[in-house]
């Protein structure tokens, strides 16, 4: 180990992570106001083995690489400073090597929220101060609005089921307003130039060599994950992607850099703010590149790796509002975009393992029969399901790293409703494709989609009605062997007669897939009546209205949003697809008694239907025949006294789904 240097506070230093900008950069902001005769010393740590689940995948490895180029540009051009670019397995022992080498004594840095980084940034601070009890550290909010912990969301249902967006809105309301954002600092000195001429001995890599590290080493904490994304294409596959991404308008070559951020965020407020209300929905808005989208603000990776701050958006919708330049009907859906990402982080310090787990713990015994397939899972990968929306969307991705959000969502309902296959393989999917790839939101998005979130859609996204491409022109535009089709059959081609698939140059089977499943009905009662076996296995996490409940850190029980075709087993229910809503006419059977308990309701939800199933499992018939063995020995045991609420109501069609919940700007 090496000796520890007496600190003589020359220098102090920026820990950079995600937050690869000048302007309001709150650690580098008060570095250098605070040290005005002191050397700067920007870092940035690669260090994947201590990260775990929040090692970026591959594209958003892709994107981290060209925003440091670009950081670094402006650090050097404006600041006369040296980003230092390290490589080591653990961030300890780099910051102990910079220390002793730069004599450090404070380190400026902003906070995280991953769990894993969060539990890294202790142990860095408690083992540095054991070296060096001089050594004063200075950390600052600025990647969320709101601190997690800050946020107080009481058990129960407030105007809403805990953890869902609107009671944690009003729970901000009590806590100061996000401040506003800091200005870019101003340039220093010529004494604090000159006082950096040590930083040419420090150890630093290229950004050349740090591409090798990021995008050829695929150790990812003793996975590798990046090794079939890149292979021998990478840099094909990376050129494609930063492509999409470069807008002339931009004034700039480097897409990921702030000045793109600021150009896209000053594009968007101007231009597509206005219709973003009416068209966020629809995927068929784009012009010649995705760069164009005429709805959405295509912000989140800005967002995600720091080229604009939360509250530098905050702060702007907020002064467009005031301004009347755009009325507050325009501006609902997307001001509540911010708090979306900050209730992700919100989930995320509640269930730190979220990512892997579901929230809804009783769920992770649901059998994802379509997981004894392993070509569903590739065919959905590739965009080769035969359902062209949802192809379109998934070989959008694997083109340019991003995808609209209402059709991410039509992606992730479709793996999990449909081809019964678990949320977590289309989470880590996202994960190693997506350049905003976000552990938090990423995770609170797929385990909704998975039904085991807080909030569970409350929707059901058919991938044959066309509703987010009405035009066509996203089908057209991503899966060009289906161009020549009439827009009548365009989500549909199956439909159409051989004759005329031919004269459009597509044949099912050869030029494009035939469907990997058929009957979308069928499949989705697969999934949901397994859902519902596995609720009924769990009576303890099931209220007497049939809604799950969960079990907070704080260790109150609270009631979350459950569907209503799980909370009313014994109800038939009439679909009815409408675009990407779905009406459910809810009727229930009559039976000779007025009260039903509600044990037996749970008991009786699958046995009709399940035995019909497509995906059902012997083991899965298994604990069927022990569940319902259980259920009426509880039956025998606890009389009427768990008379069911839900028998007693009189049953209403379900509420239509009237908008898309996003989980992410857009």
């Not at 083995?49 to 958003?60: C, L, T």
């Not at 060096?132 to 249902?157: C, I, Q, R």
Request: hydrophobic share 35%; with cysteine; net charge positive.
């Amino acid at each position: 180990m090496p000796e520890s240097k007496s600190l003589s506070g020359e220098a102090v230093v920026v820990w950079i992570r995600k937050d690869l900008r000048v302007r309001d950069n709150p650690a580098l902001y008060y570095a250098m106001q605070t040290n005005q005769k002191a050397a700067i010393i920007p870092v940035f740590i690669w260090s994947p083995e201590e990260e775990d689940n929040s090692v970026p995948g591959a594209a958003a490895r892709l994107w981290l690489l060209e925003s440091l180029r670009s950081f670094k540009e402006s650090l050097k051009d404006k600041y006369g400073l040296s980003l230092l670019l390290l490589r080591s397995s653990s961030a300890v022992n780099a910051m102990k090597d910079l220390l002793r080498d730069s004599g450090a004594n404070r380190i400026f840095y902003n906070r995280v929220y991953e769990p894993a980084l969060q539990k890294r940034d202790k142990q860095l601070e408690c083992r540095l101060k054991s070296l060096h009890p001089s050594l004063t550290f200075s950390s600052f909010p600025g990647y969320l609005l709101y601190e997690p912990s800050k946020v107080d969301v009481p058990a129960g249902f407030h105007g809403g089921h805990w953890g869902t967006l609107m009671p944690y809105i009003r729970a901000t309301r009590k806590l100061p307003t996000p401040a506003r954002p800091l200005p870019a600092p101003p340039s220093p000195s010529i004494s604090l130039r000159t006082a950096r001429g040590f930083e040419k001995t420090l150890s630093s890599l290229t950004i050349s060599e740090m591409k090798e590290h990021m995008l050829v080493d695929s150790t990812t904490g003793g996975k590798s994950r990046s090794s079939f994304r890149w292979g021998v294409k990478r840099d094909r596959c990376a050129s494609k992607i930063l492509e999409a991404w470069t807008r002339p308008e931009d004034g700039t070559d480097n897409p990921a850099s702030e000045e793109a951020g600021q150009a896209r965020l000053q594009h968007f407020l101007q231009k597509n703010l206005q219709n973003y209300e009416k068209w966020r929905s629809r995927a068929d808005v784009y012009t010649k590149s995705m760069s164009g989208a005429s709805a959405v603000s295509t912000l989140s990776p800005f967002l995600r790796w720091g080229q604009i701050s939360c509250r530098t958006l905050f702060w702007a919708i907020k002064n467009m509002e005031a301004s009347g330049r755009i009325s507050s009907g325009k501006l609902k859906t997307f001001s509540r975009r911010l708090f979306w990402r900050d209730l992700a982080y919100f989930h995320f310090e509640a269930f730190p393992d979220m990512q892997s787990f579901p929230i809804r713990s009783h769920y992770s015994k649901h059998p994802w029969e379509g997981e004894r397939d392993p070509n569903l899972l590739r065919s959905w990968q590739r965009g080769q399901t035969g359902y062209p929306i949802v192809d379109a969307a998934m070989r959008e991705l694997w083109e340019t790293g991003w995808m609209q959000q209402s059709v991410r969502m039509v992606a992730a309902s479709f793996l999990v409703e449909y081809l019964g296959i678990s949320w977590m393989r289309g989470r880590e999917w996202f994960a190693e494709t997506l350049i905003d790839e976000d552990l938090a939101i990423n995770s609170m998005m797929w385990q909704n989609a998975g039904r085991s979130g807080i909030d569970q859609w409350n929707f059901i996204l058919n991938p044959t009605s066309g509703a987010q491409d009405p035009a066509g022109t996203y089908v057209r535009r991503w899966i060009p062997e289906l161009a020549r089709l009439p827009k009548k059959y365009l989500h549909k081609p199956w439909e159409a007669d051989v004759k005329l698939l031919r004269s459009c140059g597509v044949i099912l089977g050869e030029t494009y897939p035939n469907r990997v499943i058929v009957d979308l009905k069928k499949a989705r009662s697969c999934t949901v009546e397994g859902l519902r076996l596995v609720r009924a296995a769990a009576p303890e996490f099931i209220d007497s209205a049939g809604y799950d409940v969960i079990v907070l850190p704080s260790g109150h029980r609270t009631r979350v949003f459950t569907r209503r075709e799980l909370r009313n087993p014994r109800g038939t229910y009439k679909e009815t697809e409408s675009g990407n809503r779905v009406t459910k006419t809810v009727r229930k059977r009559r039976h000779g008694r007025a009260n039903v308990k509600a044990q037996r309701t749970r008991n009786l939800c699958t046995t009709s239907n399940l035995d019909r199933s497509c995906r059902t499992s012997g083991s899965a018939r298994e604990s069927r025949v022990q569940w319902i063995s259980n259920a009426h020995e509880n039956d025998k045991t606890h009389g009427n006294a768990g008379e069911s609420k839900l028998g007693q109501k009189n049953s209403a069609a379900l509420k239509e789904g009237t908008s898309l919940k996003q989980m992410r700007v857009d």
